[in-house]
T-cell receptor, first 114, second 111 residues
Framework: DVKVTQSSRYLVKRTGEKVFLECVQDMDHENMFWYRQDPGLGLRLIYFSYDVKMKEKGDIPEGYSVSREKKERFSLILESASTNQTSMYLC?????????????FGNGTRLTVT | QKEVEQNSGPLSVPEGAIASLNCTYSDRGSQSFFWYRQYSGKSPELIMSIYSNGDKEDGRFTAQLNKASQYVSLLIRDSQPSDSATYLCAVINQAGTALIFGKGTTLSVSS
């Protein structure tokens, strides 16, 4: 089974702090994704990465950056946290080699910015 | 903007009934379709995938795909209270690079 691990289940941060959300997958997947999920808005794609050191903006990249220095790890960075970034953050990975492959999600990080 | 549409619900069914969840998509070139289940406060988990027109059955779940109508559905037979969750429909875009999600349908099964 694919295992996608997010480093924190719950985080509370203050406005203006720099926040790092870490995600690790153990299946050698090329593709990794960061989503946020808010009530009524569904899953919204923040950033994704096709491979090491590659990144692409999703639908809502503003206020976020990412880092992928190793294939198994994809980090989401909130440069200066704001209260409107309070949300559930979901990391996912996917096998690019199989065009039909689904996303496999981590357990999520519920971030509260006060 | 490619879209995936689902009724938000809630869809309420009694225990033992069939629950029918529907999804339409706008990208006619889409080839792969998925259903995820998400319990409150948890992350989505994959329950079904379907790639060809017709029906695909897995236990109490049946996925149905009609590419001409750009329509995919999920049937849950003998619904149980444990099936109460939000069900997300997802579609791979024509380029095969990203999954597009609907906003989900909330299902409530009463005992």
């Amino acid at each position: 089974d694919v295992k996608v691990t997010q480093s924190s289940r719950y985080l509370v941060k203050r406005t203006g702090e720099k926040v790092f959300l870490e995600c690790v997958q153990d299946m050698d997947h090329e593709n990794m994704f960061w989503y946020r999920q808010d009530p009524g808005l569904g899953l919204r794609l923040i950033y994704f990465s096709y491979d090491v050191k590659m990144k692409e903006k999703g639908d809502i990249p503003e206020g976020y950056s990412v880092s992928r220095e190793k294939k198994e790890r994809f980090s989401l960075i909130l440069e200066s946290a704001s209260t409107n970034q309070t949300s559930m953050y979901l990391c996912a990975s996917r096998d690019q080699g199989q065009g039909r492959s689904p996303l496999h999600f981590g357990n999520g990080t519920r971030l509260t910015v006060t | 903007q490619k879209e995936v549409e689902q009724n938000s619900g809630p869809l309420s069914v009694p225990e033992g009934a069939i629950a029918s969840l529907n999804c339409t998509y706008s990208d006619r070139g889409s080839q792969s379709f998925f259903w995820y289940r998400q319990y409150s406060g948890k992350s989505p988990e994959l329950i079904m995938s379907i790639y060809s027109n017709g029906d695909k059955e897995d236990g109490r779940f049946t996925a149905q795909l009609n590419k001409a109508s750009q329509y995919v559905s999920l049937l849950i037979r003998d619904s149980q209270p444990s099936d109460s969750a939000t069900y997300l429909c997802a579609v791979i875009n024509q380029a095969g690079t990203a999954l597009i999600f609907g906003k989900g349908t909330t299902l409530s099964v009463s005992s």
